[in-house]
């Protein structure tokens, strides 16, 4: 014969309410993580699409001109990128803020070197101002990005 034992209901209760409490803490995480991954920065999605101009053309088959022709707009989305308000979660992060400095100043310098380089030059600053826009944009997104 089975034997039902009846647990008191305040124990079941307890039980219920761990539970229901421990599932709101991980949903109220995913949801946190969720907002943060969804935040804009649109002046490094401005800076992104001038380099893909210049940087891929060059990449892919070793193509200066569209970089030379995009110099000055590379200039101008860093210095707004730099210029701008840092997402909240990079108020106090001074690293980013230093990268987003010295991005502005390597487009600057990339721009002069686009001017009077030659291509092995400009194919070189080219790259060193692509993979420090890849540093602060992989940390935007927590990883690295395939996408070069």
Request: with cysteine.
């Amino acid at each position: 014969m089975i034997k039902i034992t009846f647990v008191p209901s305040a124990a079941v209760i307890m039980i219920l309410l761990t539970f229901a409490c421990s599932n709101k803490k991980e949903t109220d995480t995913s949801e946190q993580n969720a907002e943060v991954k969804n935040e804009d920065w649109k002046e490094m999605d401005n800076f992104h699409l001038v380099m893909a101009e210049a940087f891929h053309p060059y990449k892919d088959s070793a193509n200066l001109l569209p970089a030379k022709e995009n110099a000055a707009a590379l200039v101008d989305a860093a210095d707004q990128w730099a210029q701008a308000p840092v997402p909240a979660r990079y108020e106090d992060d001074d690293e980013i803020k230093f990268k987003l400095s010295q991005l502005k100043a390597d487009a600057s310098k990339f721009a002069e070197v686009a001017k009077a380089g030659d291509d092995k030059s400009v194919g070189q600053s080219l790259t060193k101002l692509h993979d420090l826009f890849h540093e602060i944009q992989e940390s935007w997104y927590g990883h690295s990005d395939e996408h070069q």
